[in-house]
């Protein structure tokens, strides 16, 4: 016993580790009610839903595009505590290029569903699709940031384009620098644009 504390980190109980294939994907420390456990365990573990997911994914794929939806809608219906189901088609849905389709959808889940720590990450991921102006590509962006550094808009949309393309580091420096130049701008959007960010 003594030597499978050590080998797992277990220092003090209660301690609950899930495994997957052998690795630790999941440790809950202290006592946990059967709810918080049970959210735990459902993030893991498959449900008849996920099955029908990944039917309809393989529509999806075939090309069935309006099967593959009306079979994820019918899911839902069927298992609506499944976050992995409107996940889907959010994602779906920013692969076809509807972005504000598919913020309309996140913001319209129920609230325990919008809390799943997936949905708010995607969340966060796709709105920046949402704040580009489509005209303008990034180069255009870079020179004008440069020729009207005033122009707080101008650092939003080159922002937007750095997140989507997981240039993390000039995008931080722009956000830095709008806090600098104007914390207050649009509801204090660089800190609440650094912690989605972060």
């Keep these: 016993e003594i030597v499978i504390t050590q080998e797992h980190g277990i220092a003090s109980v209660p301690v609950l580790k899930l495994?997957?294939?052998?690795?630790?994907?999941?440790?809950?420390?202290?006592f946990q009610t059967e709810q918080q456990i049970k959210k735990i365990l459902d993030r893991y573990v498959a449900r008849d839903s996920d099955l029908t997911l990944a039917r309809a994914i393989e529509c999806y794929v075939e090309g069935k595009?309006?099967?593959?939806?009306?079979?994820?809608?019918?899911?839902?219906?069927?298992?609506?505590?499944?976050?992995?189901?409107?996940?889907?088609?959010?994602?779906?849905?920013?692969?076809?290029?509807?972005?504000?389709?598919a913020v309309k959808l996140l913001e319209a889940l129920p609230a325990e569903i919008r809390q799943n720590p997936e949905i708010i990450q995607f969340y966060d991921a796709v709105s920046f699709y949402?704040?580009?102006?489509?005209?303008?590509?990034?180069?255009?962006?870079?020179?004008r940031a440069q020729s009207e550094p005033a122009d707080m808009n101008v650092k939003q949309q080159l922002?937007?384009?750095?997140?989507?393309?997981?240039?993390?580091e000039p995008?931080?420096?722009?956000?830095?620098?709008?806090?600098?130049?104007?914390?207050?701008?649009?509801?204090?959007?660089?800190l609440k644009t650094l912690l989605r960010v972060f």
Excluded: W
Aim: hydrophobic residues 40%; aromatic residues 8%; negative net charge.
């Design 159 to 168: 922002i937007a384009h750095y997140v989507i393309q997981q240039q993390y």
């Design 65 to 101: 595009h309006g099967e593959a939806y009306e079979t994820i809608a019918n899911a839902i219906v069927d298992d609506p505590e499944n976050p992995r189901l409107p996940l889907t088609v959010c994602k779906l849905l920013k692969h076809e290029k509807r972005y504000a389709d």
């Design 130 to 143: 949402l704040e580009i102006d489509p005209s303008e590509d990034l180069q255009t962006l870079v020179l």
């Design 19 to 30: 495994f997957r294939r052998t690795l630790v994907v999941e440790t809950l420390r202290g």
């Design 171 to 190: 995008a931080l420096q722009l956000l830095t620098a709008m806090v600098d130049q104007d914390p207050t701008y649009q509801d204090n959007y660089a």
